[in-house]
């Protein structure tokens, strides 16, 4: 019997949904069909709004929800026509939900997802929520990837650091002796992204080609990688609640060329990352890149030169484009939820324990 998950993946940088169809049963896992969907502006601008407090917001908050479940409903018919393949065949949707809130320290993360709507929607059973109880159990609730990368990009022998650009980066620690270990690093896309649209007024600096064509400036490097967040001991998470618009203005880049202030953002992903790299993978032969970042070729080249004697590629080189490996890691988490086993990595997330995660909506 092949095993049929999909995948829905929308993360911080609010882009949208990345979606999967994937088979389970045999290895290697490879996608049987993708989905990339755009959020429409207006749909992005209020996710970002919702980042934050104000009028109305729980209203807006579950018309927000609505809204990204039709959509994914949407990403999830047009797998399903790509692969022909029936939705009854589909064990279930694995949907991570619009991050909106992530206050472990509180007792709480909020991703937005309408569990109820989708499997409305499609027929299909749906996972959601999986954030929520590995921070009941006093975890930070992400990163939640390691547990996939590990099972999928897992290789005996071979000491293997997963780093995923996304809006935020986090790593994941493949050691010979196979004891997982991960955490966020800090900003890879969320404050280049800012900045380009700010002064480019593009979505995101394609390639890195403007970061590339711009000088890092060293000063205002070092106060921004003085950043308490880079060098406190894991288990730690982050996202827009720390690195966002506010903590940039903090540093005054206004007061530099917009060029070099996009290569030293750039420079300030690759050195927090390669510094995290050095501190707490020593030994690591090979880094795997996945997420948009990877696709970023100035960053890329900044990330190269800072682990120069590394064997630096991105996911593509082991068999999961690194596009589709988010997406696939919440199909596997479904697939995990409904087996009954565990999805966090407690030594990852600092949770008291192994948790079964999510919240299951029949089909
Ligand atoms: N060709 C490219 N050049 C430069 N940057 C790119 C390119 N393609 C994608 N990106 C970057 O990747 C980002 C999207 O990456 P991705 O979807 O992995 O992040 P995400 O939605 O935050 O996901 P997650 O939270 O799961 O890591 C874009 O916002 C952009 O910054
Ligand atoms: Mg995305």
Redesign the pocket.
């Known amino acids: 019997m092949p095993e049929l998950y999909a995948g829905l ?5 609010l ?1 949208g949904i ?1 979606a999967v169809l994937i088979e389970f049963q045999h290895t290697p896992w490879r996608p049987l069909a993708t989905h990339s969907l755009a959020y429409p502006a207006a749909l992005r601008a209020e996710a970002l709004a919702l980042n934050a407090a104000g009028a109305a917001e729980l209203e807006r908050a579950a018309l927000f929800a609505n809204a990204h479940a039709e959509r994914c409903a949407e990403a999830v018919h047009a797998l399903l026509a790509a692969a022909r393949v029936d939705a009854t065949a589909v064990s279930a949707i694995g949907c991570h939900g619009q991050t909106v809130r992530h206050r472990p320290e509180l007792g709480y993360t909020v991703q937005l997802a309408n569990g109820a709507l989708l499997a409305e929607r499609t027929g299909i059973r749906v996972v959601c929520d999986f954030r929520s109880r590995d921070v009941a159990a006093g975890g930070q609730g992400a990163p939640l990837v390691p547990a996939f990368h590990a099972a999928c990009f897992g290789a005996a022998g071979t000491h293997r650091v997963v780093v ?5 980066a986090n790593l994941t620690d493949l050691p010979r002796d196979g004891a997982v270990r991960g955490f966020d690093t800090g900003p890879a ?1 969320v404050l ?2 800012l900045w380009a649209e700010q002064h480019l007024g593009t ?6 080609a403007w970061a590339a064509g711009g000088r890092v400036v060293a000063p205002l490097l070092a106060r921004l990688l003085a950043e308490p967040y880079f060098t406190a001991p894991p288990p730690k998470s982050t996202g827009r609640e720390l690195f966002n618009a506010e903590w940039l203005a903090q540093h005054a880049p206004e007061r530099f060329a917009p060029a070099d202030v996009q290569a030293t953002l750039a420079e300030l992903t690759a050195a927090s990352v390669a510094d995290a790299i050095e501190r707490h993978c020593a030994g690591a032969g090979e880094v795997l890149l996945c ?3 990877a ?2 070729t100035d960053l890329v080249q900044r990330l190269g030169a800072r682990l120069a004697g590394r064997m630096v590629a991105d996911t593509g080189a082991v068999g999961l484009a690194p ?1 589709w490996v ?1 997406a696939s890691a919440f199909a596997w988490l479904a697939r995990e939820a409904l087996a009954g086993r565990p999805g966090n990595v407690p030594e990852v997330t600092g949770a008291r324990g192994p948790r079964v995660l999510g919240a299951i909506y029949p089909a």
Do not use: A, K, V, Y
């Open positions: 993946m929308s993360g911080t940088s882009d990345d995923n650009l996304g809006g935020i896309n280049l992204d979505r995101f600096d394609r390639d890195g997420g948009g970042g696709r970023n596009e988010e």
